[in-house]
Each structure stands twice: as C-alpha cells, then as structure tokens.
C-alpha cells in the first residue's frame, strides 16, 4: 500500500527545477505603495531582495520618498503614476516595471484601494463603480497582465490586498465589503487555476491598521479588536513578504488575516 | 519576430506543446490536444506564445474552436499573413 501511494505521488509531482530565485528574475509592483501599507509592503520587499517598481496615483512626492527610503537602503526601486482605474493601468504599469527595472513582473501585489463609505440607500452609482473599479476590477487587469511574463517563467507571486470587512460586517462600507470580498474570491479562483505553473495567489486580510484610510474610523470598530490596538503598516507588510518567498510556494488560494484577533 | 511560415509555425508550436508536457512522438497535425494532454490553461499559454511570436491575437472563441494541433498552426499561419 505504501509503495503504491509513494508511486502514485512520485508520478504526480513536479519534476525539481533548478532555476536562479524569482528575485534575481523578476521584479516586484506595489500598486498605491507612496504611502501606508503599500509603502511598507515596498519598502519590505525591497529588504527581501527584489526591485520594487512602486505604482501611484497622486502622491509623487511621497512615492519618490519611498523610493529615496529604498535607494539608501540600497534597493533598486521605480515610481510610476498611473490610476489603476484606467483600463489601460494595467499594461502601463506592468510594462513600466520591466522597463525601468529590466526584469518582467515576477511577483504583483494588488494593493490600491479607495473607500467612498455611506449606508447602502444612500450610495451613488458613481461611487459604487468607483469603488469596485480600483479595489476589484484593477486587481483584475493587473492579474491578467502580469500573469503573462509569471506563466511562461513558471513561477509568480500575487498577493492581493483584501480587509477584514469583505468577511465582517461594518456598516456603511457596503461597496467596500462587495469589493474586498470579491477580491478573495477571484484570489481563490485564479489560484485554482494557475498553480501548477508554479505561480501562488494569495490574499491578506487587514482589520484596522494605522493609515490615512482608517483615520475617520470610529472607536467602536477598535474596542472590537481583542488586541486592543489597531496594527502597524509593517505587521501587514510582514505577511506579504512572507506569501511573496520561496518558502511559501505550497500556499495559494489562501486567506491571511491580520487583524489583531478581530475576525476570530 | 519570427517569419511564419507554416514549417515554422509547426516547429514552434511543437517545442510549446513538447514544454507542456506532451509526447513529442505522438504530436501530429491532426493529434487532439485532449489526447496530448494539452489542457486549457496550456493552450492559453499557448496562445501568448502565437501573440509574443507571431503577433497574433488568438481569443477564447477561438480556442474554443481550436482542437488539433494543425488547427492551432493553421489558425497562427492564417492570422500572421
């Protein structure tokens, strides 16, 4: 019986290649990385050995300031603007990336994210759309995108960034729930269907980190938190480098929260 | 890029099919991908291979259509002239 398992297994596991790592063929994009958990996530990437292209919006000020913070670190880091709202972010970025930095996108991370938050009578269409447009459907493109170099290298990494209230209700952030809930399950779908190619999609759950986005939030959702505090941008950078290695080749499809206990 | 002849086409196509996994000895025109094993997520690929080469847009209609593998050349061959 053993010898059959043992057979049956050896049958069907990939042969061992020996390949240069992924940073040394590939380079990392951060989408929304000029500040909070973008930046972090950037900044931490880059200490794991990757060159960061760091995409953003309006922040080009901050965005060269992480880029500085990178540079005397000694990383090889590229800002590029873009709004990841426009159809054609995608490609710009992704080609951005391989341009600046020499190497095609090995390892995307789908952080940009906005909330526009009102009970659900109340949103507008436009802000609705607006919401899914960068939290869901940029995720989307830039997946679709960066897949392209990731499957014929046979090895990626995607991370998407999702949050506690995709899985949580939070009142008032209905279009912002809809999105991030989305976004995991389209994490799980590619995943299924892109693994054994040796490319991971994973997402990260955030509950309350200290960004511009949770700024406004009222204490209640924080008296929620059994950590009794809310997290730091590095606690939720931690868990994407961690997704992002070479030890996390076995996980995909998978959801890591970081929230302090909230969720639990 | 590569000129597309048929010969290369093949040539091309049969390196991509042989990379997936498939039997080079049971590669043929008129062989099925579903009996070289040649699943969608290959052909896929497969198709960002005719788009890098040969510059040519293949969709999900037509891989869809697509079930051989002179299907498939003939299809890249058609689309690059």
Redesign the interface.
């Known amino acids: 019986m053993g010898e059959r398992v043992n057979a049956a297994v050896a049958a069907t596991a990939p042969a061992a290649e020996i390949a240069p790592p992924a940073v040394e063929r590939g380079c990392a994009l951060v989408t929304g990385a000029s500040r909070g958990i973008g930046a972090a996530i950037a900044r931490g990437l880059a200490a794991d050995g990757w060159r960061v292209a760091i995409g953003y919006r309006d922040g080009a000020d901050e965005a060269a300031a992480v880029a500085d913070r990178i540079r005397a670190a000694g990383g090889a880091v590229a800002t590029l603007a873009a709004d990841v709202a426009d159809p054609d972010a995608a490609d710009l970025l992704c080609a951005g990336a391989e341009r600046e930095l020499g190497l095609p996108v090995l390892a995307l991370v789908n952080n940009a994210g906005i909330r526009v938050d009102a009970l659900s009578p109340q949103i507008a269409d436009a802000d609705w759309q607006a919401v899914l447009d960068v939290n869901l459907s940029a995720a989307f493109r830039l997946t679709r995108r960066a897949l392209?170099p990731m499957?014929?290298a046979r090895c990626g990494r995607i991370v998407n960034i999702a949050s506690v209230v995709g899985q949580r209700a939070n009142p008032g952030q209905a279009s912002y729930a809809a999105s991030k809930a989305g976004l995991v399950a389209f994490t799980k779908t590619v995943a299924a269907?892109?693994a054994?190619?040796s490319v991971t999609v994973n997402a990260v759950a955030p509950g309350l980190i200290e960004t511009d986005m949770t700024a406004g939030l009222s204490g209640e959702l924080l008296a929620a938190v059994p950590a009794r505090r809310p997290g730091t941008p590095d606690e939720v950078a931690a868990c994407v480098r961690f997704l992002v290695s070479p030890q996390a080749g076995y996980v995909t499809g998978s959801l890591l929260t970081v929230d302090g206990g909230l969720s639990a | 890029m590569p000129i597309a002849t048929k010969q290369d086409v093949d040539q091309r196509v049969r390196e991509a099919l042989v990379e997936f996994g498939a039997d080079a000895d049971a590669i043929a025109p008129e062989a099925r991908f579903e009996a070289l094993d040649i699943d969608s997520l290959d052909l896929v690929e497969l198709a960002q291979i005719a788009e890098d080469d040969y510059g040519v847009a293949i969709t999900t209609e037509d891989l869809k259509r697509i079930e051989t593998v002179g299907q498939a050349v003939d299809l890249i061959v058609e689309r690059a002239a």
């Open positions: 392209r499957l014929r269907e892109v054994r190619r």
